[in-house]
């Protein structure tokens, strides 16, 4: 399993609209490739600015090309994004999952 780690800065005023906006798009845009095992995002709010990590679990580098392209390590970006970011990151991270607990 692959963790896709993302992190972006929004001005805290935008923060809760794009807190929104990455709920939506962990639910609808992740869940609906093939392979994508969950998502989920994380908020840390800093004076002024937030801060959004998105975490992305994936079975494959295959299905993470999927959704993200050739290029895997390339960052992805919606158009909506351009409204809340003040930096756009190039590059993400992935990190190879060798320990995993279930909830419940």
Not at 61 to 87: H, K, M, N, Q, W
Request: proline letters at 3%; glycine letters at 8%; charged letters at 20%.
């Amino acid at each position: 399993m692959i963790c896709r780690m993302w992190h972006g800065i929004t001005l805290r005023a935008k923060a809760d609209a794009y807190a929104a906006l990455l709920e939506e798009r962990a639910q609808t845009g992740y869940r609906a490739v093939p392979g994508n095992i969950s998502a989920c995002v994380l908020r840390r709010d800093e004076g002024e600015i937030t801060h959004f990590m998105t975490l992305s679990y994936w079975a494959s580098e295959a299905s993470i090309r999927a959704f993200a392209g050739d290029d895997v390590l390339v960052a992805r970006y919606f158009p909506e994004d351009a409204d809340f970011l003040l930096e756009f990151e190039p590059q993400v991270q992935h990190y190879t999952v060798t320990t995993a607990l279930g909830g419940g």
